[in-house]
């Protein structure tokens, strides 16, 4: 068997091993490590603490992840929750909870409900998802006179720094809204925005996802992106350039969307990825987070609160990292007033 032959069979298993390698190394940054992360948590530290309602934190993920973002300043945490649990949890996981505050209630469904009262009436400037479904806190978060409801409907922002890739990029809707009509589109891209402004991105690229990059009346996700963007030069969208609609790789990759002629000031220069429904959302999300090694961190916007959901897998760093968002956010709002109006206002 000639040398070639053997260097050409052995290459699958480098490759192989070498993919390994690095997605090992991946797994194993932490937020030092990330250059976006980082940025983040040291433009919040600059920032005052928000007090933040963590609901239900009874898993050592969850209770952590207050316990991190409370030691790196971030956060003044309040926990709302059944107490003997909670302080179970910390004695197995070695935590220590003398300083924090502990609102005791029996169940999750009454720890969402506590800590939505808590934002309602200003005792809190920001939730965050314990260890309990999305679906429960976001029940409580969505009702009409004792929600945290405004104009716009809420949506979820998965921020991703993912290895390789250029700049971070903002994933939505891969949490709440399970199959958004266009007017529900209009509110997600106008949330993710608001995000990107509050994170010193000043005109985000937002790329109206589908499978191909000219409209079909077959496919309605691509009806829906050439009406986003017409709704954006009419002024229903504001604060962005929106394009689409465009597939994920001439989304993202400068070379894929030249090679298909495609002229766009966001073609291949996306920050935002607009999903067209919460399963392809979640799955792009999450096959970057388990398959490329990137680190995540999520909030749901829309409400008069910054919401912190992540997933239940993912671990305190990105917890972390969603609450040093959350603080940016709400100081972001602070010094711009008015930028989302109360349901009660009129919506």
Same mark, same amino acid.
């Given at each position: 068997m000639s040398r070639r032959l053997v260097s050409t069979l052995a290459e699958p298993c480098d490759a192989r091993v070498a993919v390994g390698q690095a997605k090992r190394k991946a797994a194993s940054r932490t937020l030092g490590d990330v250059p976006f992360l980082r940025e983040l948590l040291d433009a919040a530290r600059a920032l005052p603490p928000i007090r933040m309602a963590v609901v239900h934190p009874c898993d050592a993920t969850s209770l952590s992840g207050a316990v991190e973002a409370r030691n790196a300043g971030l956060i003044e945490p309040v926990l709302v929750g059944p107490a003997a649990r909670i302080r179970a949890v910390a004695v197995e996981a070695g935590l220590a909870l003398d300083a924090f505050e502990i609102v005791d209630v029996g169940h999750s469904h009454a720890a969402a409900e506590a800590a939505v009262a808590l934002a309602r009436t200003g005792k809190v400037a920001a939730l965050m998802k314990g260890a309990l479904h999305t679906d429960e806190i976001m029940q409580a978060a969505v009702r009409k006179e004792a929600g945290l409801r405004t104009e716009r409907r809420m949506s979820h922002v998965y921020a991703l720094d993912v290895p390789h890739h250029s700049k971070p990029l903002f994933i939505t809707d891969a949490a709440v809204n399970i199959a958004p009509s266009l007017g529900d589109k209009r509110d997600i891209v106008q949330n993710a925005i608001a995000l990107c402004h509050a994170l010193g991105v000043p005109?985000?690229?937002v790329a109206i996802l589908s499978a191909v990059e000219t409209v079909d009346p077959r496919i309605v996700s691509t009806v829906d992106a050439a009406a986003l963007c017409k709704m954006a030069e009419r002024g229903q969208i504001t604060g962005g350039l929106v394009d689409g609609p465009l597939a994920i790789d001439n989304a993202v990759s400068g070379p894929a969307a030249a090679a298909k002629h495609i002229v766009s000031r966001v073609a291949g220069d996306a920050d935002v990825l607009v999903a067209p429904d919460l399963v392809s959302g979640n799955m792009l999300a999450k096959q970057l987070v388990h398959l490329a090694g990137a680190q995540a961190a999520g909030l749901v916007l829309g409400a008069t609160v910054p919401i912190v959901v992540t997933s %239940?897998?993912?671990?305190?760093?990105? #917890?972390?990292?969603?609450?040093?968002?959350? %603080?940016?956010?709400?100081?972001?709002? #602070?010094?711009?007033?008015?930028?989302?109006?109360?349901?009660?206002?009129?919506?």
């Open positions: 005109q985000p690229k %239940r897998s993912d671990g305190a760093p990105s #917890r972390v990292a969603s609450c040093a968002m959350a %603080r940016l956010l709400a100081h972001h709002r #602070r010094i711009r007033p008015g930028t989302v109006r109360h349901y009660a206002d009129g919506a």
